[in-house]
């Protein structure tokens, strides 16, 4: 529960301030633009000033930030203004040139690939919670990340095969 | 290599600028000028302030403790004798403000004695007005030194007399005024 001497004011800023990269890494891998991940992570963080629900904890608030995200992002591909006009490789620079063309062979993959690939990798999240998270099916979110680990085989080469 | 370090390093090192955040507010709060609590306390020392100033309001209507009571009892009174009244609310209205206007500095002081009863005038704050039996208006001041007295000629106070029945005397040479306490 939200303490009772941390009013939702201070509890908002602390959880803008500590969930901000995740909500923004997770725009930028679903929307694959900079501009575009801006864009998403403003109207997330509007939304979660503005919202008047009360968060039982940090995770919960995060699991909300995350489930909003997606909305958002969704919201963004169906705009008749939402086009790619950057490559993400020249938006990003990496000090690590393997985790780098890591992330940028990612990016590659269909959207929905991404964001499977994304929840599961880097937010440690189960088949479950994918799903319940995409509405969609436990089955649908293994066939998901099964075929973009394929996908990643072939464009990533033999030197990854620990996945 | 691993899938999973790759990736997550290179997550590690995207960070979001953080001045899109800068204009982001949260949800202004209704502004409360004060208290339910605070409007009805004002409602209710207002009603509060009004009933004890009540009796010391003159209004041309509704106020029974008001000194300008006094119109309504010579309204009554003349009625009765027959005199003409005024003939509709606007008329009445400029009638007792004509009576209300002070008296001439120049009125004789009214005298007690020797008189024999008119009829019922009007008290005002600084003079009494004596009706004819024609309808005609004359004023006499009261001044520091007019004494108001029962029918017993015995001296009584100004707010005695306001409660009592106001009657008017005369003398063959001049008029005067006397109030008479029933």
Known sequence: MQKKTDSASVFKHRITELYFDTVYRLALSRTGSKSDADDVVQEVFVRFMRTDKVFESDEHAKAWLIKVTINCSKNVFASSWFKKTVPLSEELTFTDTHSGDVYLTVSKLPQKYRTVIHLFYYEDMSVKQIADLLNTKETTVKSQLHRAREMLKSMLGEDYNEF | ?182
Do not use: W
């Open chain 2, 1 to 182: 290599m691993n899938f999973k370090d790759e990736y997550r390093a290179a997550n590690e090192q995207i960070h979001g600028d953080r001045t899109i955040l800068a204009g982001i507010t949260e949800k202004p709060k209704k502004i409360i000028y004060f208290k339910p609590a605070v409007g009805i306390g004002i409602a209710a020392a207002v009603c509060a302030i009004t009933l004890l100033a009540y009796p010391y309001i003159n209004l041309p209507f509704g106020n029974e403790d008001s000194p300008i009571k006094t119109d309504g009892v010579f309204l009554a009174s003349e009625q009765e004798k027959g005199m003409p009244l005024p003939e509709n609310g606007e008329e009445m209205q400029s009638y007792n403000l004509e009576m209300r206007k002070a008296a001439p500095a120049s009125v004789a002081e009214p005298a007690f004695d020797n008189c024999k009863a008119f009829g019922t005038c009007l008290l005002f704050e600084n003079y009494v007005s004596v009706y004819d039996e024609s309808g005609n208006e004359t004023k006499y001041a009261i001044t520091p030194e007019t004494v108001f007295v029962n029918q017993n000629d015995e001296e009584i106070s100004r707010e005695t007399a306001e409660k009592g029945v106001i009657e008017c005397i005369e003398t063959e040479n001049m008029v005067a005024v006397k109030i008479i306490i029933k």
